[in-house]
């Protein structure tokens, strides 16, 4: 029977699992390791690193770094296979139960995957961070992640050289994407969506 005195024991609803970890699912799931920043592949139940997917996928990735002019001026001073993984660590990273790439070959959206807390890739015009389905500009993503801290709204102000007033026009603006009315709903909002580090 539920009532209000049992709600805390409750087990938490569990998530769907990884794209292509099971035998069977032939959709792709690329991950990476945030310390090496190296990739892998769920695929059919088996982990494969980068190097060594398919090759028609990573033309496509390949078509889409080529296609972001951002992102090509940032890897231009790596090799061609580090910098195709390193643009598919960026872009997807997190492992998640939507496959990366169909089993045809289709290409599905960018994660919503922050790779570190100031990555270059924030700026690329491949890569998107949403909240309740609304996009973040970069500054936006700096005031959330700030947010998420428990300072003060002065002090952030002061270190994202801002005034309050500024400050307090972002959070508007944050609030409103994510369709919440205060820092806690955001926050709660953020971490769901793994908008905030």
């Not at 769907?16 to 695929?43: I, N, Q, W, Y």
């Not at 609304?134 to 005034?163: F, G, W």
Request: charged content about 25%; hydrophobic content about 35%.
């Amino acid at each position: 029977m539920y009532n209000k005195s049992n709600t805390k024991f409750l087990l938490p609803q569990a998530r769907p699992l990884p794209a292509g970890l099971l035998p069977g699912d032939f959709g792709t799931e690329l991950f990476g390791c945030r310390d090496s920043r190296k990739v892998f592949a769920l695929v059919d139940g088996r982990t494969i690193p980068f190097t060594n997917i398919n090759p028609a996928l990573k033309a496509r990735i390949f078509e889409k770094m080529l296609g972001d002019n951002p992102a090509m001026n940032d890897l231009k001073g790596m090799d061609e296979n580090a910098a195709l993984e390193e643009f598919a660590f960026c872009l997807f990273g997190d492992a998640d139960h939507k496959p990366d790439f169909t089993p045809d070959g289709t290409m599905g959206e960018v994660e919503n995957f922050r790779c570190s807390g100031n990555c270059r890739c924030l700026k690329w015009n491949s890569k998107q961070i949403r909240i309740n389905g609304n996009t973040l500009t970069r500054r936006e993503i700096e005031v959330a992640d700030k947010l998420a801290s428990d300072k003060p709204d002065k002090l952030i102000a002061q270190e994202l050289h801002m005034s309050t007033g500024t400050l307090s026009v972002h959070k508007r603006n944050i609030y409103s994407k994510a369709g919440v009315l205060s820092r806690p709903g955001l926050l709660e909002q953020a971490y769901i969506e793994r908008v905030v580090l």
